[in-house]
């Protein structure tokens, strides 16, 4: 327990006072520096915390010491993961000296990583630069009300950024530990098909959920369980409750132990506790029903997630208000005049534009990428397209069986023709590439 809060300890301090000013005094001048968080010391402390509670158990051998510091501090999955358990890298790096890398192990790994780079330049960026240049403007005109359409595109751009930004770096860390020797845990299993709360929490960052659910959630739903309730349904329901609202405050604290943060995470832990135990009830009575609500219940999944995304996506408060300003106060959506004839269009929509509100006048085009308001609709939709019809990259791969259906089938083999695709993906990505691009997750 010492070991895991000396190792927390560095990390709280961090994330609690973020660029913490220190005046250092010299002879004859005083020197003021800002101390950033270091690269990686989100997943580096849980590295440590799985290493100190495996190497106790039994049948998990010792890492030597030029093992354990690559274990610690391995380059490709260190900034964003995947978690590596310890018991897990003991075995394969004790081996990698021995491991025969075999031309197909490296090129599987080598067309990973550049499926990754590209679903972060071209599905991930256009994104990010449209909601960046929105922000900007409610920066600059506060009282500025973004059209029904404009919220839309954020509301849904904030979840499709998470993602495919996330999903990218999990994919570029495991390609690259393919071509090295190393097979890192999965880390998605398409979520946004998830059909429950628990379905979406089991398959989103899965490698971070199998910490907290060993670490926090069992733990905590172990020693709730001997409550003193008679009702054994019941005292179990309390325990597995109160074990998903410690599970998501964990969580929030540890991607920003902000008050603003743990709140949100607590809200999405209410509104998954209730989707579920409504779901579980229905289903027990009324199984017609449950097949009836089935939709309803995914719709406000996915719209609680969306809004989690938005919260955990906009960088103040002041900017957050002023977004939910616009989602509650402006009903109208916006399209293009061109769309459909004006007579034609219901109260609720007008025909100023896709984004009506784009700030051309304020110099800000260069922040909108390359793509036009039109465009960047179209491609939000081919970007929704291949979340729910096409397999997840880890079973493209065959380095995941996932049970969730898609409407498509692709499997990577060691051919030309991949080739080629992967080939034209990765220079139109290194074409498309922007330096300021950069994403940390935790």
């Known amino acids: 327990m010492i070991g895991a809060i000396c190792s927390l300890s560095p990390l709280l301090y961090f994330k609690l006072f973020p660029g913490t000013l220190f005046v250092l005094p010299y002879i004859d001048q005083?020197?003021?520096?800002?101390?950033?968080?270091?690269?990686?010391?989100?997943?580096?402390?849980?590295?440590?915390?799985?290493?100190?509670?495996?190497?106790?158990?039994?049948g998990v051998g010792q890492l030597k010491l030029n093992e354990y510091l690559l274990y610690s501090?391995?380059?490709?999955?260190?900034?964003?993961?995947?978690?590596?358990?310890?018991?897990?890298?003991?075995?394969?790096?004790?081996?990698?000296?021995?491991?025969?890398?075999?031309?197909?192990?490296?090129?599987?790994?080598?067309?990973?990583?550049?499926?990754?780079?590209?679903?972060?330049v071209l599905c991930a960026d256009p994104i990010s630069q449209w909601i960046d240049a929105f922000y900007n403007l409610l920066e600059q005109n506060p009282e500025t009300i973004l059209s029904g359409t404009e919220m839309s595109y954020i509301v849904w751009g904030s979840t499709l950024q998470f993602y495919f930004e996330f999903s990218a770096y999990s994919d570029m860390a495991i390609g690259i530990g393919l071509c090295f020797g190393m097979l890192l845990p999965i880390n998605f299993d398409s979520p946004l098909k998830a059909k429950s709360p628990m379905e979406y929490i089991n398959s989103w960052h899965m490698s971070f959920m199998a910490f907290v659910r060993e670490y926090v959630f069992q733990p905590v739903f172990m020693h709730l369980k001997h409550l003193p309730i008679k009702a054994m349904e019941f005292r179990y329901t309390v325990a597995w409750v109160c074990a998903v609202f410690a599970t998501f405050f964990v969580t929030g604290a540890w991607h920003a132990p902000t008050p603003t943060a743990i709140f949100y995470s607590v809200i999405f832990a209410l509104i998954a506790v209730t989707i579920e135990l409504t779901t579980r009830k229905i289903n027990i009575k009324h199984n017609w029903l449950n097949k009836l609500l089935l939709p309803l219940s995914r719709l406000l999944l996915l719209t609680g997630i969306s809004f989690t995304a938005v919260c955990f996506r906009t960088p103040d408060g002041e900017l957050l208000q002023a977004v939910m300003s616009s989602c509650v106060t402006n009903f109208h959506f916006s399209v293009?005049?061109?769309?459909?004839?004006?007579?034609?269009?219901?109260?609720?929509?007008?025909?100023?534009?896709?984004?009506?509100?784009?700030?051309?006048?304020?110099?800000?085009q260069g922040l909108a990428g390359f793509l036009s308001p039109g465009e960047s609709l179209l491609h939000i939709l081919i970007v929704t397209a291949i979340v729910f019809f096409m397999p997840n990259s880890m079973e493209i791969f065959q380095l995941h069986s996932s049970k969730k259906y898609s409407v498509l089938s692709s499997r990577w083999n060691l051919s030309k023709g991949h080739a080629v695709a992967l080939g034209f993906l990765?220079?139109?990505?290194?074409?498309?590439?922007?330096?300021?691009?950069?994403?940390?997750y935790g």
């Open 73 to 120: 501090f391995c380059f490709f999955y260190l900034p964003s993961g995947p978690i590596l358990p310890y018991r897990s890298a003991v075995t394969q790096l004790a081996n990698m000296a021995s491991v025969h890398i075999s031309l197909e192990q490296f090129s599987k790994g080598l067309s990973l990583f550049i499926l990754g780079f590209s679903k972060k």
């Open 426 to 440: 990765f220079v139109c990505s290194l074409m498309l590439f922007s330096y300021d691009s950069g994403f940390i």
């Open 30 to 58: 005083t020197v003021i520096t800002e101390v950033l968080i270091p690269l990686g010391l989100s997943f580096y402390a849980l590295q440590q915390i799985t290493g100190l509670f495996d190497c106790t158990r039994k």
């Open 336 to 364: 293009s005049p061109r769309f459909w004839p004006t007579d034609l269009f219901p109260l609720f929509i007008t025909t100023d534009g896709f984004f009506p509100n784009y700030p051309n006048e304020l110099g800000l």
